[in-house]
């Protein structure tokens, strides 16, 4: 017995253990891309036109990226106290929305919508930062799987939860929200005092690569078995049976992870702590570390003096170039022929501060391209209920549901492709983003000439890309200006969506769509007037505007299409720039 219970204490402090509750709260962390399916509920509840709910669209936006507060007091509070936090955010501020909506709340006017749509919103900062922070403590050598499962997860909530939903589906479409606000708060009441760092340095194992690996066929099964399940529930009638059904193999399937730390903990022979040294030890320096020291004394004229192809030769070569060069140089500067300078300030790929990087080039090409290609993307997620039914379909959920996938692959995809690009060829990064977002411009021209099928083919294009953005962005920020402070640049770069979102859906698409609705309403008055129609115009006063066929986003999406262009070149531009960093951050040349 004493044995079982030394056996259940490793389990309560295993590592897995706490990655398998991040990604259980992750998996329902993404409630921000629900927003297409609720606005609906929200327009024909409070009567609102499209300008009013693109407003609420941002004020979403803003609560899931403005992540400062989350981030101080995961320094200040423990991980539950901060996950705790962010939980009564999310019950309170949806929670008052289904009130409204359901009219059991007094109406309040847009600005205080707005303000619950953040507060709600922006529990779900708190969820992320307490499962990276813990995670990436834990394991610390593997920051790379950790953070992509983590995020792709926080992808696939949208599907998760629709899934769910559609299990418990009830005629008033309001109960969506409900869930909302009462479903990730369950969640993590139930998970947020295993969610802690546990020492998790000190866990290493040589299975780990085969648990990621079985981690990763996890989540490539759930998310072709979500694709395939939502698919035919579009297509055919399923009895409400099969679809719970259907709903339980998909919770089995996000439960199926705890089998590692459940043998690492109960079927396998205690660790010793010896062979924790026995692992192997990473070697190589990481890329965005400096190699420098901050007072390295350098020449003012090294840079002119150093050929430009001594930049692309390997590590080794190219160090004992520069010093041959520096030799020289030291003995003119002996002579008094040239001056000697100390460096102002980090080179790419060393540690920068936030100020530092802000009067720097390369981080605003990143912010621009960013805000162009993501905010574009997230206009498409925000709209997601409007476009649907403007082209005649009825359930905007399955649209929901499929974007939330290829967002998920796109973030999986996007950080694996991109990683092949800079250690196999020692090319940069963004050029991975620059494929990205020529491949969401392609979407936006789907949405825009509204074909049959095009619903589809713009959804996989549009979240394949829009989710690509965010594990390529984050890798390639780390690696040109360092991990020191990554937070705050992380953060910064971060405000590019909501602002993106306020372009694009706050000003451009609202505006269009409500013009479309409005000569649309006068049409039919002017219809019903020739037709005889009593009271039409009273009637045509009363309803809601509605726009329909593709007409009503044909404009906004060739827009956003023309900027994903422009987007594309900003991060070649980008990619010409970096060409010499990425050679030196891993060592490859390239003719």
């Known amino acids: 017995m004493e044995t079982l219970r030394e056996r259940f204490c490793a389990f309560m402090s295993n ?50 990226s403005v992540g400062f507060l989350a981030g101080s007091l995961c320094e200040v509070l423990p991980l539950w106290g901060a996950l705790l936090v962010g939980a009564l955010q999310n019950l309170v501020g949806y929670g008052w929305v289904w009130l409204i909506v359901i009219g059991r709340a007094p109406r309040l006017p847009l600005w205080a919508m707005c303000i619950l749509i953040f507060v709600g919103n922006n529990g779900e900062t708190y969820f992320n930062t307490a499962a990276l922070v813990s995670c990436v403590q834990n394991f610390p050598k593997s920051r790379g799987p950790v953070v ?97 059904v259907f709903t339980v193999i998909l919770l089995l399937l996000l439960i199926v992870p705890i089998v590692i730390p459940i043998s690492l903990s109960f079927c396998s022979e205690p660790k010793e702590p010896a062979e924790e040294v026995l692992l192997p030890q990473q070697e190589k320096l990481e890329p965005g570390k400096s190699e420098n020291n901050a007072n390295e004394v350098i020449f003012s004229e090294l840079e002119d003096e150093k050929p430009r192809e001594v930049d692309l030769l390997p590590h080794s070569e190219r160090q004992k170039r520069i010093a041959q060069l520096q030799a020289k140089l030291f003995h003119a500067a002996a002579e008094g022929a040239v001056r000697v300078k100390r460096r102002r300030g980090p080179h790419r790929g060393e540690d920068f501060t936030l100020a530092q990087a802000l009067i720097k080039a390369d981080l605003w090409l990143i912010f621009w391209s960013l805000l162009l290609g993501s905010g574009s993307g997230l206009t498409v997620i925000d709209n997601l209920g409007q476009m649907s039914q403007s082209l005649g379909y009825d359930n905007a959920h399955i649209f929901v549901s ?35 977002q020529l491949v969401m411009a392609v979407g936006h021209f789907c949405f825009a000439v509204g074909w049959p099928g095009a619903m589809y083919i713009g959804t996989l294009l549009i979240g394949l890309g829009y989710g690509a953005h965010w594990a390529i962005v984050p890798a390639a920020a780390s690696e040109l200006f360092g991990l020191k402070k990554f937070g705050a640049l992380y953060n910064f770069l971060t405000l590019a969506n909501p602002a993106g979102s306020l372009v694009f859906s706050g000003l451009i698409a609202s505006g269009i769509y409500d013009h479309e609705a409005e000569k649309q309403a006068h049409q039919r008055h002017l219809y019903a007037q020739n037709s005889g129609a009593l009271f039409s115009g009273k009637f045509a006063q009363d309803d809601p505007l509605k726009c329909e066929g593709s007409v009503c986003f044909f404009l906004t999406s060739m827009i956003m299409s023309g900027f994903c262009i422009v987007a594309v070149v900003l991060s070649l531009i980008l990619v010409y720039r970096t060409k010499i960093v990425y050679a030196n951050l891993y060592g490859k040349s390239r003719s």
């Open 15 to 64: 590592r897995w253990l706490v990655f398998v509750a991040a990604m259980w709260i992750q998996s329902c962390a993404g409630i921000g891309y629900l927003f297409g399916s609720i606005s609906p509920a929200i327009k024909s509840s409070l009567n609102y036109n499209q300008r009013q709910i693109a407003k609420l669209g941002v004020a979403k936006d803003l609560g899931d």
């Open 402 to 436: 499929l974007i939330s996938i290829w967002n998920f692959l796109g973030r999986i995809g996007g950080g694996y492709f991109s990683e092949i690009i800079v250690r196999d060829y020692a090319y940069p990064r963004p050029i991975a983003m620059a494929i990205a």
């Open 148 to 244: 992509g499962i983590l995020k792709g997860f926080a992808g696939l909530s949208g599907a998760i939860l629709t899934q769910i939903y559609t299990m418990i589906h009830h005629p008033d479409h309001a109960s969506l929200i409900f869930m909302i606000a009462v479903g990730p708060a369950m969640v993590v009441f139930a998970l947020m005092f295993l969610i802690r760092p546990v020492g998790g340095h000190r866990q290493g194992r040589s299975s780990d690569g085969a648990s990621f690996t079985f981690i990763y066929n996890v989540c490539i099964l759930l998310a072709a078995y979500l694709m395939g399940v939502m698919l035919l529930e579009d297509l055919v009638d399923l009895d409400r049976t099969i679809i719970t």
